[in-house]
T-cell receptor, first 114, second 114 residues
């Protein structure tokens, strides 16, 4: 049973560029949440997708957008990259949008913005 | 706004020592509480959670946590640590009946000396 997978593992971009990160949820899961984890910090909630809709959003600007596909996989897009966007981006999946359901995390994508 | 505070950023213990990691949150309403662990080179994973009922929660690998509502605390404990407990530990909270976004603390790095 495959767990949560994310691609790519590492990514280097320059300021102003755009990036797309991808996530495949654990088998049987239909909800995907994205987090940003800066160095020395805990994960910060970006947004959650369920039934192909953004259900909740954290305190992130509109430069951060996402999408969920019919197969429940998800993408995180970041436009106009800033140096401060350098972080580990984590995807977590769960079954249903009930917050009581355990989230399973992927290994993350390390984004470096130069 | 909700916040989570983990008092110890870095803890070093010898094997067989007792462990207590502090976690306090700021929210006056009903909350769900979590401890997550990230072992070196591994994904973030759930250690234990509290939603309701007995405020003393048992988790995996001999960990437990006690919810003390009057102190807004959810401290993690283990009576006798092992070298394999070396990891980073994150406390997290989400407020029920509000927006359900999960807020993580900054984490505590635990290093166990063999």
């Amino acid at each position: 049973d495959a767990g949560v997978t994310q691609s790519p593992t590492h990514l280097i971009k320059t300021r102003g560029q755009q990036v797309t990160l991808r996530c495949s949820p654990k088998s049987g899961h239909d909800t995907v949440s994205w987090y940003q984890q800066a160095l020395g910090q805990g994960p910060q909630f970006i947004f959650q997708y369920y039934e192909e809709e953004e259900r909740q959003r954290g305190n992130f600007p509109d430069r951060f957008s996402g999408h969920q596909f019919p197969n429940y996989s998800s993408e995180l897009n970041v436009n106009a990259l800033l140096l401060g966007d350098s972080a580990l981006y984590l995807c977590a999946s769960s079954k249903g949008d009930n917050p009581y359901n355990e989230q399973f995390f992927g290994p993350g994508t390390r984004l470096t913005v130069l | 706004a909700q916040s989570v505070s983990q008092h110890n950023h870095h803890v070093i213990l010898s094997e067989a020592a007792s462990l207590e990691l502090g976690c306090n949150y700021s929210y006056g309403g009903t909350v769900n509480l979590f401890w997550y662990v990230q072992y070196p080179g591994q994904h973030l994973q759930l250690l234990l959670k509290y939603f309701s009922g007995d405020p003393l929660v048992k988790g995996i690998k001999g960990f437990e946590a006690e919810f003390i509502k009057s102190k807004f605390s959810f401290n993690l404990r283990k009576p006798s640590v092992q070298w394999s407990d070396t990891a980073e530990y994150f406390c997290a909270v989400n407020a029920r009946n509000r927006d359900d976004k999960i807020i993580f603390g900054k984490g505590t790095r635990l290093h166990i000396l063999p």
